[in-house]
């Protein structure tokens, strides 16, 4: 093993009868199931106290590792019946690199009604308390289907977990609520024009006032800030400290309306809008928007780095143009069957080590080289798939929706191996791990 | 699960050849799946684990291959000793059934002949062979005819068990790099202290854990549903490409960071890196299985759905 090994292990069903609420748990780990009865679960009001119904049956090691088992299968059925749907009534197109690109909020908001947003989010909070697994069902079979899910995409993904693990009890009720309907839309700040992959670089400044903080500095590549109703702020909060580099930063929910807050497009290659400059001048910001602890923002940021680096959107951005290509072609010879086969299995291969890697973090593990691990490999085979397709074209016929994917997919990605960390920093942080 | 890895460990560290043999039949683990009841989940980590230490036994072949076909042939065979198979196809003349299996993985002194013609399988004992090909020509009688079926899962439980024994030998080849680019100091550095160097280690390391992510789904589909299984088929149809894969980048790259010396007979990185290369061409080579991998991806309804786990209906 060259990292710390993940449990492997045959698992057990649980399932309340009562409260529908099922979960896995290693048959090995008695005390945890143990742990388990009598304990309120997630999103659930009443403390499950009808110990006598609960009952273990052997689900199959193999429905779990496809994230296919009774429950997420349901799950599954449930958002594609929801996809196809929806765009046969409304008439979205698939689209690559959709959770950059297609900001559709009508879409955000049917999604949400129709329960597929804030799936961690406790009950309390308007969520459906599920876990993590399950949003990584939905989150994979959107991103398949090239679904438009930009807008409620940051709110959703990044900022409900960090309001969850660091927010105020204020803050949570006032925000995950909306982030649950899909109608809060929220940007991150925290890449400077001097600052990309040495984050802790970040000049960007919030000095003390009275009943709150004035921020000043400069932040780029901020996706969406020009549509979104925030901007999670990563700045200093004390001066630079040679020693300790990442001390003495702190995390603030900025909102775009307030004054001081100038806005600029940075346009991608073929003219397309989603990153912004975001210049911030005396802005003041309530210390009820104040993330979590002064001081804690550099840990606060990349605590939760492990889901999104491992995460499908690392493997699937490219999705929808691999899926269509495959599906435009006819009568192929052998060779091109396999050129498909290779393609495939370092898909499914990806999928199965992120499946992994969720679970680990899922049981409470550490998984950080591992997640780095998938965000390198996966991002490598999106960008490796673009011109792989390429090649495909010559065997079908019907090319036009081919090519136009094709296209938008050769302006994005280059990004796939940049954004969230380039994957020359991710294969440090892999080493690092090796124990070298 | 860990205390059998221990086992195996122990005793390899304690015995090599045919010394090692005899522990592993006297520990039970000569044939786990076909004398103990175990399941491919135990038989996964022997596997792996004997690969991992270079160790020359036959497990695979005399458990999982011929063992498990004699047994389906109603053949009794010795309870312990070396056993192996011979695959080859058949024709049929005058009730003569004759061909020549290449490849026969270790020959040894008792050899199961898995003798395949379109409809049927035939299933013999045969004499020892040394080195090349063995041939044979018997009357139809002498063999035991099964399900044609038992051939493709006899095929599949050796690229099973190749990619659980290559995720081993790269585990081992990748563990040898890690130390020897800690220990050999060049321009006043440890070659770990070179970027260039830590690119090329997480690179491989990449590829090592998505081979066993791949593998591990093998494993798991063998272990629930059996070997016979579509979704077995499927797993291991992916595993085999996914595997096989890795094996070029990562052991390329381990002979480079181990400079010349990892070239040398007298340096044990080939007994990593040589067999894991031997055994992705046996059982299928990985363009076999991933020409099957694509055909059903193009046969699907939906591509995706071959991704997400295994398409046939349940």
Redesign the interface.
């Known amino acids: ?3 710390q090994d993940p449990f ?2 045959r698992r057990a069903h649980h399932q309340c009868a009562n409260c529908f609420d099922e979960r896995l748990v290693p048959v090995l780990d008695r005390s945890r199931l143990v742990s388990m009865v009598g304990r309120p679960l997630d999103g659930h009001d009443n403390s499950c106290s009808d110990v006598g119904l609960l009952v273990s049956w052997p689900v ?9 088992d009774a429950e997420l299968g349901q799950l ?1 059925t449930s958002i594609r019946e929801f996809l196809t749907a929806d765009r046969d009534k409304f008439g979205w197109q698939p689209a690559v690199d959709c959770w950059l690109a297609k900001w559709d909020p009508d879409f955000s908001a049917r999604l949400a009604e129709a329960g597929f947003v804030g799936l961690t989010i406790p009950a309390e909070y308007g969520g459906r308390g599920l876990g993590y697994l399950h949003r990584y069902v939905v989150t994979e079979e959107l991103l ?1 289907n090239g679904a438009p899910v930009a807008a409620h995409w940051i709110a959703d993904r990044q900022v409900a977990p960090a309001l969850l693990a660091y927010g105020s009890e204020e803050q949570r009720r006032r925000l995950l609520p909306r982030i649950a309907t899909g109608q809060l839309y929220s940007a991150i700040g925290m890449s400077e024009h001097a600052a990309g992959s040495d984050l802790a670089a970040a000049q960007a400044r919030a000095t003390r006032t009275d009943g709150g903080w004035v921020l000043n500095g400069t932040k780029v590549w901020t996706s969406g800030a020009h549509v979104a109703h925030q901007i999670v702020v990563l700045a200093r909060t004390s001066p630079l400290d040679p020693e300790h580099r990442h001390a003495g930063f702190s995390q603030f929910i900025v909102q775009t309306s307030a004054p001081g807050i100038t806005i600029s497009p940075i346009l991608l290659m073929n003219g397309e809008h989603h990153f912004n400059e975001v210049l911030f001048e005396d802005v003041f910001i309530p210390d009820e928007d104040v993330l979590g602890q002064i001081g804690d923002g550099w840990h606060q940021v990349t605590a939760e780095l492990g889901f999104e680096r491992s995460g499908p959107e690392r493997i699937l951005s490219t ?1 929808i143009l ?2 269509s290509a ?2 435009a ?1 006819g009568d ?1 010879d ?1 060779g ?7 393609l ?10 992120s499946i ?1 890697v969720a679970r680990t973090l899922t049981d409470g593990r550490d998984a950080a ?2 997640a780095a ?1 998938v965000k ?2 996966g991002t490598r085979f999106e960008q490796d798939s673009v011109e792989l397709v390429a090649d495909l074209l010559d065997y079908v016929e019907e090319q036009g929706p081919l090519r136009a994917l094709l296209a938008t997919a050769r302006v994005h990605s280059p990004l796939f191996t940049l954004r969230g960390g380039t994957n ?1 920093v ?3 942080v ?2 690092k791990g ?3 | 699960m860990n205390e059998l890895a221990q086992l195996v460990d122990d005793l390899c560290s304690r015995s090599t050849g045919n010394e090692l043999w005899r522990n592993l039949e006297d520990t039970g683990l000569a044939r786990l799946t076909s004398g103990q009841g175990a399941g491919p989940t135990e038989a996964a980590i022997v596997l792996s684990g004997l690969a991992r230490h270079a160790a020359a036994v036959p497990i695979a072949e005399t458990d999982l291959l011929a063992a498990w076909l004699a047994d389906e042939a109603g053949l009794p065979v010795p309870s312990t000793g070396q056993l192996t198979v011979a695959i080859a196809d058949a024709t049929e003349v005058d009730g003569r059934l004759s061909g020549s299996a290449r490849d026969v993985p270790w020959p040894s002194s008792t050899v199961v002949l898995a003798a395949r013609r379109a409809d049927a399988l035939h299933v013999g004992l045969v004499d020892a062979v040394s080195d090349g090909p063995l041939t044979f020509d018997v009357a139809v009688g002498e063999l035991r005819t099964v399900d044609v079926a038992l051939a493709d899962e006899l095929t599949r439980r050796g690229a099973w068990a190749r990619c659980n024994q290559i995720v081993g030998a790269l585990d081992a080849a990748c563990e040898m790099t890690i130390a020897h680019t800690a220990e050999r100091v060049q321009f006043g550095r440890q070659l770990n202290k070179f970027q260039a160097v830590q690119h090329s280690l997480a690179a491989m390391a990449g590829e090592i854990e998505r081979a066993r992510a791949a593998t591990a789904l093998a494993v798991a589909a063998a272990t629930d549903y059996g070997f016979g299984h579509p979704a077995t088929d499927y797993a291991v149809t992916v595993a085999k490409v996914a595997v096989g894969r890795a094996v070029d980048p990562v052991t390329t790259i381990a002979h480079q960071l181990h400079g010349a010396i990892g070239v040398t007979a007298e340096h044990r990185l080939w007994r990593a890196t040589m067999p894991a290369r031997g055994w992705v061409d046996e059982f299928g080579t990985t363009a076999s299985y991933a020409r099957r991998l694509g055909r059903m991806a193009l046969a699907a309804d939906d591509p995706w759905d071959v991704v997400v786990s295994y398409p046939a209906p349940r």
């Open positions: 093993m060259i990292f492997v292990g199959t090691e193999f429905d779990a590792l496809c994230a296919n599954r398949a999705a691999i899926f495959i599906r072609l192929v052998d091109v069957a396999a050129d498909v086969g290779d495939v299995a370092r898909m499914i291969s990806l999928r199965q080590l992994s080289s591992r691990l390198d490999l020359e991710l294969r440090g892999v080493a090796m124990r070298i």
